[in-house]
């Protein structure tokens, strides 16, 4: 049996079991991470974050994302945020800006006085093959928007991968929104073989949205920051939104505010808070 040391986070609602693998022993493979989940007999949580030591010298930390069913997925916005709370509120690092190592390459997460982050996302992908998507014969492998047939009615969406997949739906009001039953039918869809995000978006102006996300492995969330992300470039793409200014993104959990940099970049801020800390056994 082995003690393991946690803090309990989360950002705009969206929870996180926090561990620190630079201080301690932890094989995420013999641990009961679904079991851990479970918000009636467990810890309660959409992911658990790991924080690991980095593999290039040049980089502050490595930092991992299993989903409450215990997969393992390349990137996490709001975790993000609370991954460099963690590590500046354990005295991990000073460093205000981290260099930090993930699946899907590198982000840079900046702290602010209010105790707000700014995340560096990187730069959005369009390509089917880099969702991964596959098109219908005669589609393009970087289309605006696709069309998929499903029994009640066709979904039409954008794809955009912010590090991890994304499916955004335009929709007229996101509270009657089908989330649960599209959502679920889309992430496990087989013309996503990696199983994909869904995001269901409301334009209220062309600088502010409304958003509800049903994550793959997890379910609908308070709010996901990538999800965000995705939902912001392609309503710039798909002209509903302007690039000149920040996007407010109005989710369950609260706001983000996300900006497509010119330089490509797509930059998240917005909030991380600590609940409590504790220890399991397993």
């Known amino acids: 049996m082995q003690i393991l040391n946690f803090t309990k986070m989360h950002g705009l609602g969206n929870d996180f079991m926090v561990v620190d693998a630079t201080a301690q022993v932890f094989d ?23 924080v690991e030591r980095p593999a290039a010298a040049d980089a502050d930390f490595r930092y991992r994302i299993f ?19 963690f590590v500046h509120d354990k005295g991990l690092s000073d460093k205000p800006v981290l260099q930090v190592e993930t699946a899907k390459g590198r982000i840079v997460l900046k702290l602010a006085a209010d105790g707000g982050v700014t995340v560096d996302m990187g730069r959005p992908r369009f390509a089917a093959a880099e969702i991964p998507f596959l098109p219908a014969a005669g589609e393009a492998q970087d289309a605006l928007s696709y069309r998929l047939p499903l029994a009640d009615g066709p979904a039409v969406f954008s794809c955009v991968n912010m590090g991890n997949p994304h499916a955004v739906l335009m929709v007229e009001n996101v509270e009657t929104a089908p989330v649960a039953d599209w959502g679920a039918r889309l992430e496990r869809h087989e013309r996503f073989p990696e199983r994909v995000n869904v995001g269901f978006m409301q334009v209220v102006d062309q ?9 793959r492995g997890v379910g609908e969330t308070l709010a996901c920051g990538t999800g965000a992300c995705a939902a912001a470039v392609a309503g710039i793409r ?34 991380a808070e600590t609940v409590f800390e504790g220890t399991v056994t397993y």
């Open 28 to 50: 995420p493979a013999k641990a009961p991470i679904a079991a851990w989940a479970d918000r009636h007999t467990g810890i309660g949580f959409d992911q658990l974050l790991l």
């Open 207 to 215: 600088s502010h949205i409304r958003l509800r996300v049903f994550e």
């Open 67 to 85: 989903n409450a069913d215990g997969s393992e997925v390349e990137q996490c916005g709001n975790g993000a945020r609370c991954f460099a709370r």
């Open 238 to 271: 798909l002209g509903v939104l302007r690039r000149e200014a920040a996007v407010r993104v109005s989710l369950p959990g609260g706001d983000l505010q996300i900006e497509w940099a010119d330089n490509g970049h797509v930059l998240m801020t917005g909030p």
